[in-house]
């Protein structure tokens, strides 16, 4: 017995020493809000094209009401999986699963179908991609047997590509449905998702499941070279078709997000410049308050136990969410060693529903008619400035960040009017200003 635990632990030391990367981070964070310290635990292992990722975090930030057993046990820290899973890369064929962060396709801040902010969770992601052609289909786990009574719920995109010397053009699409966390079809199927929904809904067949769904659909295009990189990309929640079939009728709003910009590397740094915008509703469910599940969020609510859920937190895709436009300037550069990132963000918003369908309405002709887009009365202006700077130092890494904002007319949760019985707060922009400062400096060391 005492050898077999031997061998056991020469052969673990084995794999620390030959295989595996160690790192442990330790930041703290000094704000105007709530200063806070967070912990992070990271082991990856890369062979042949196989690559292990587990990371662990632990923060103390009163993000949520923790449960007895955290503020007992782990002095108000709790504990969330940033990432935990494996990637398999065959060249032409790569393949990802666990729970992980995923970004969409194109090289942006603003990215449309799949959030920028590296949101994790678990996924399933096939891509696929040769000399002309690429392919990728991911699943997205958003409830499975919540505790807090959400409906199971999962999410797939989709993008079919072509690959013109440096340009690149793509269809993309996604889906959310309803009372199962995982249809394997909308996965392994490579028909459009629309088609897949469409197909298995209609009733009468004998492969018809019931299991209801709301796509979204757009186009990218992006061209990349040594020193320049530039996109395009659209996304379509729905369209108001009856401006054409049908002037004289009700004409229904438009649900569309548009991102564009790009970045050119230089000798004394990479400089970006992009925006992006969406109009009211894009995003949200839609339905009259029967379909509040539907919409494009990793949560069909807005907050949890009294505590906001942020919108840059919950949306599957563009971070800014519906009825806004925004602008960023980025500067990227390494100077002996350090890599300094910094970004000024300007963001114009209006209310906005990511869990309520039609936002403070309960119909979608309570509204008004035709295309919403920053009408409200009070807007919500937001200056947002973030510095980054990360040096070896000993042995060590050290981590330094300064987040700066301000914020007038400041977007808040309210409760909607009183005809509203679906029970769903809104975000709407306030008579409140704020300003907000973050510093940050973080300790990695490696073994």
Same mark, same amino acid.
């Given at each position: ?55 662990? =975090? ?181 369209? =108001? ?161 300064? =987040? ?33 400062? =973050? ?9």
């Amino acid at each position: 017995m005492k050898k077999s635990i031997l061998i056991i632990l020469i052969s673990a030391i084995s794999l620390i020493t030959y295989g595996f990367n160690f790192s442990l981070r330790m930041d703290n964070n000094m704000n105007n809000i709530k200063s806070f310290q967070g912990f992070t635990f990271k082991v990856t292992h890369d062979f042949k094209g196989f690559n292990f990722l587990g990371e662990l =975090n632990a923060y103390n930030d009163d993000k949520y009401n923790l449960s007895g057993l955290e503020n007992a046990f782990y002095e108000g820290y709790y504990f969330y999986m940033k990432n935990g899973g494996v990637s398999i890369d065959f060249d032409n064929y790569k393949l990802r699963f666990g729970r992980l962060q995923h970004y969409d396709i194109v090289d942006s801040p603003y990215s449309l179908y799949i959030s920028s902010k590296g949101l994790s969770s678990v996924i399933i992601d096939f891509n696929y991609e040769d000399e002309s052609f690429f392919y990728e289909t991911r699943y997205i786990e958003l409830n499975r047997q919540s505790q807090l009574g959400y409906k199971d719920r999962g999410a797939n995109f989709k993008t079919y590509g072509l690959k013109i010397g440096n340009f690149r053009f793509a269809y993309e699409e996604s889906a959310v449905y309803v009372n199962t966390a995982f249809d394997i079809e909308y996965f392994l199927n490579v028909i459009p998702n629309f088609f897949v929904q469409y197909v298995n809904i209609s009733s009468g067949k004998p492969w018809y499941h019931g299991y209801n769904a709301n796509s979204i659909m757009g186009f990218m295009l992006d061209y990349k070279n040594e020193t320049l990189y530039y996109y395009g990309q659209i996304l379509v929640d729905d369209i =108001n078709a009856n401006r054409i079939l049908d002037p004289e009728a009700y004409q229904n709003p438009d649900k569309i997000a548009w991102s564009f910009g790009g970045k050119i590397k230089t000798k004394y740094g990479a400089f970006g410049l992009y925006s992006a915008g969406a109009t009211k509703y894009t995003f949200q469910p839609s339905g009259n308050g029967t379909n509040k599940y539907y919409g494009y969020t990793y949560y069909p609510d807005v907050d949890i136990n009294g505590k906001t859920i942020p919108n840059e937190e919950n949306y599957i895709g563009y971070y800014n969410g519906e009825n806004n436009i925004a602008f960023m300037a980025i500067y990227e550069n390494k100077i002996q060693n350090i890599n300094i990132n910094g970004s000024f963000e300007y963001v114009i918003s209006g209310s906005k529903s990511p869990a309520n369908p039609w936002g403070e309405y309960t119909t979608w002709t309570e509204g008004g008619q035709g295309t919403k887009f920053l009408d409200d009365k009070i807007l919500e202006h937001k200056y947002d400035f973030s510095l980054k700077v990360d040096y070896p130092f000993y042995g060590l890494k050290i981590f330094n960040g300064m =987040n700066l904002r301000y914020t007038k007319n400041k977007l808040e949760l309210v409760d909607t009017s009183e005809s509203d019985n679906y029970d769903m707060k809104i975000f709407k922009p306030s008579n409140k200003d704020e300003f907000y400062y =973050n510093f940050n400096i973080g300790v990695e060391y490696r073994f």
